[in-house]
């Protein structure tokens, strides 16, 4: 079994420690990458050997907003969790706006809750990444139908001796082939999230 690596982002060692004790029992083969300073974050989101990021909101060094922006930069399909007790109600729906998987308020009745939350967190990021990978395939296929339309079209047009009301027939498909294809390339750049 794969072990999961859990990117755990607290300036408050205790804090720390309780996670881990929260996270050990679901996951027995978990890695955690304990960062306390700014340093040692941006040499781990640029190294990019984590699976899911749980971080404090109110850190000594930044924030865990800061954090997850520099995370989804970097890449937006890893899960961030934000797990604190600082925290506002409006900071944790900036944060779900902002790509945040989940938020946790930091008490002692909830430190149970950090496992189920990267499960979910987790299991969300491979479902989005099982659709894009679909999706992708999808508008794949269907780029290369409109590519053999817009070039048969083309070359029956280049034939003179249709009537010409097969030429305007003919020309409408492959304006449209070509529509289709221009709307197609503009869907595929959309942001996905």
Same mark, same amino acid.
């Given at each position: 079994m794969t072990p999961l690596r !859990?990117?755990?982002?607290?300036?408050?060692?205790g804090d720390r420690a309780l996670?881990? =004790?929260a996270l050990q029992p679901a996951f027995p083969s978990l890695q955690v990458i304990e960062i306390f300073d700014q340093g040692s974050l941006n040499r781990? !989101?640029?190294a990019k050997t984590f699976d899911v990021v749980v971080t404090d909101f109110?850190? +000594?060094?930044?924030?865990?907003?800061d954090v997850l922006l520099?995370?989804?930069? =970097?890449?937006?399909?890893?899960p961030v969790i934000m797990f604190t007790d600082t925290g506002t109600e409006e900071i944790?729906?900036?944060a779900m706006k902002l790509g945040l998987n989940d938020y946790i308020l930091k008490r002692a009745d909830r430190y149970t809750r950090l496992p189920g939350a990267v !499960? +979910?967190?987790?299991?969300?990021?491979?479902?989005?990444?099982?659709?894009?990978?679909y999706r992708n395939i999808r508008f794949d296929d269907l780029q290369k139908v409109l590519s053999t339309i817009e070039e048969i079209s083309s070359q029956l047009l280049q034939d003179q001796s249709r009537p010409a009301s097969d030429q305007t027939d003919l020309q409408q498909i492959h304006d449209q082939a070509r529509q289709a294809t221009q709307l197609l390339q503009a869907l595929i750049e959309l942001p996905t999230e």
């Open positions: !859990i990117l755990l982002i607290d300036d408050n060692p996670a881990i =004790r781990a !989101i640029q109110q850190i +000594r060094w930044t924030t865990g907003i520099a995370v989804k930069e =970097r890449d937006p399909n890893i944790a729906v900036e !499960i +979910r967190a987790i299991d969300d990021a491979k479902t989005h990444a099982e659709l894009d990978y």
